[in-house]
């Protein structure tokens, strides 16, 4: 799922191409998208862009009367823009993948969305603060002092990977980022919030900090102001995310990773968790007391 620094990035580039400029028409090709009934979709049409704002992982794209359209990109969807206007394909639009396009007077912002499970989402809201509704609440970390930060972060006593990609709780961070921030930091992924000392709480502050300004930075330039095609969750650069059984760039062991449903947590055990693996739930469950407690158990197993 795209994650503040690549959402922000969305939020530059749209702004950049649309703002001050009309939308014409809005065109809804899959009947899943669509997640609101008033106002229509059409109320739209003609309206000017008055700015591009980040709510959350949403992109809402604010029009005069106090219009809004706002495109929620989940795991799969992903934005495309055109200088022209959209050419008819020789694919059905279901087939490509193609949710909806929005035209402007300068050029054709396209919503597609890889697979099958249909998450992503449009809302069309009216009303100054119709975006209210949609927004989660969590605390926006490049804009907290270090006491906000520590108050939403112990509201709850939740994992550290928990609060971080909670969006009651943080705004923005999800699971690709939150490897990022942890593996800065130094501190397990499964560590608990309200257990947590001040001096860990002040390096997760400085680690989420930092590590969102890095990335934001770094997809910056390499955009080049170009709209932005290239939107994962696995970067090259990457310290631990998407790197499993690579070597950690900090002290160079194979990093380790934990799954659960449809996601999982990578980490590197020497820097994070005192040399000791984190227990994967199904296949903790399978070894039962043979399951490794260190990476040197962990050799030894695999040598057998």
Same mark, same amino acid.
């Given at each position: 799922m795209p994650e503040l620094p690549d959402v922000t990035l969305y939020v530059e580039a749209v702004a950049a191409r649309t703002v001050g400029h009309r939308l014409n028409r809005v065109t809804i090709l899959s009947p899943f998208l669509l997640r609101s009934t008033a106002p229509p979709v059409e109320a739209t049409h003609g309206k000017t862009v008055? %700015? *591009?704002? &980040? +709510? $959350?992982? &949403? *992109?809402?794209? =604010?029009?005069?009367d106090h219009l809004w359209l706002a495109l929620h990109l989940m795991i799969a969807g992903r934005l495309h823009w055109r200088d022209a206007p959209a050419k008819p394909a020789a694919k059905p639009a279901a087939a490509r993948g193609l949710l909806a396009a929005f035209s402007f007077d300068t050029g054709t912002l396209t919503f597609t969305e890889a697979g099958a499970q249909h998450r992503a989402s449009l809302h069309v809201l009216s009303g100054p603060d119709a975006l209210r509704s949609l927004d989660a609440g969590g605390l926006e970390v490049l804009a907290a002092s270090l006491p906000?930060?520590?108050?939403?972060?112990? /509201?709850?006593? @939740?994992?550290?990977? &928990?609060? !971080?990609?909670?969006?009651?709780?943080?705004? $923005?961070? =999800?699971? /690709?980022? /939150?490897?990022?921030?942890? @593996? #800065?930091? #130094?501190?397990?992924? +499964?560590?608990?919030? %309200?257990?947590?000392?001040?001096? @860990?709480?002040? %390096?997760?502050y400085a680690a989420t900090r930092e590590t969102l300004v890095e990335w934001t930075g770094r997809l910056r330039a390499q955009s080049l102001g170009a709209f932005p095609e290239k939107v994962t969750a696995f970067r090259e650069g990457m310290a631990v995310h998407g790197r499993y059984g690579l070597p950690c760039p900090r002290c160079g062991a194979p990093i380790q990773r934990i799954r659960y449903a449809s996601n999982e947590t990578n980490y590197c055990a020497p820097c994070q968790t005192n040399g000791k693996l984190l227990a994967d739930r199904a296949l903790s469950r399978l070894l039962r007391e043979d399951?490794?407690?260190? !990476?040197?158990? !962990?050799?030894?197993?695999? #040598? &057998?």
């Amino acid at each position: 799922m795209p994650e503040l620094p690549d959402v922000t990035l969305y939020v530059e580039a749209v702004a950049a191409r649309t703002v001050g400029h009309r939308l014409n028409r809005v065109t809804i090709l899959s009947p899943f998208l669509l997640r609101s009934t008033a106002p229509p979709v059409e109320a739209t049409h003609g309206k000017t862009v008055c %700015q *591009i704002l &980040r +709510v $959350g992982k &949403r *992109i809402a794209i =604010g029009l005069e009367d106090h219009l809004w359209l706002a495109l929620h990109l989940m795991i799969a969807g992903r934005l495309h823009w055109r200088d022209a206007p959209a050419k008819p394909a020789a694919k059905p639009a279901a087939a490509r993948g193609l949710l909806a396009a929005f035209s402007f007077d300068t050029g054709t912002l396209t919503f597609t969305e890889a697979g099958a499970q249909h998450r992503a989402s449009l809302h069309v809201l009216s009303g100054p603060d119709a975006l209210r509704s949609l927004d989660a609440g969590g605390l926006e970390v490049l804009a907290a002092s270090l006491p906000a930060f520590t108050a939403a972060l112990q /509201s709850a006593n @939740h994992t550290l990977k &928990r609060a !971080l990609t909670d969006p009651h709780i943080f705004s $923005g961070i =999800g699971n /690709s980022y /939150s490897d990022e921030i942890l @593996h #800065r930091a #130094r501190l397990s992924p +499964v560590a608990l919030t %309200q257990k947590l000392p001040p001096a @860990h709480i002040a %390096q997760l502050y400085a680690a989420t900090r930092e590590t969102l300004v890095e990335w934001t930075g770094r997809l910056r330039a390499q955009s080049l102001g170009a709209f932005p095609e290239k939107v994962t969750a696995f970067r090259e650069g990457m310290a631990v995310h998407g790197r499993y059984g690579l070597p950690c760039p900090r002290c160079g062991a194979p990093i380790q990773r934990i799954r659960y449903a449809s996601n999982e947590t990578n980490y590197c055990a020497p820097c994070q968790t005192n040399g000791k693996l984190l227990a994967d739930r199904a296949l903790s469950r399978l070894l039962r007391e043979d399951w490794p407690r260190s !990476l040197d158990q !962990l050799e030894a197993l695999k #040598r &057998r």
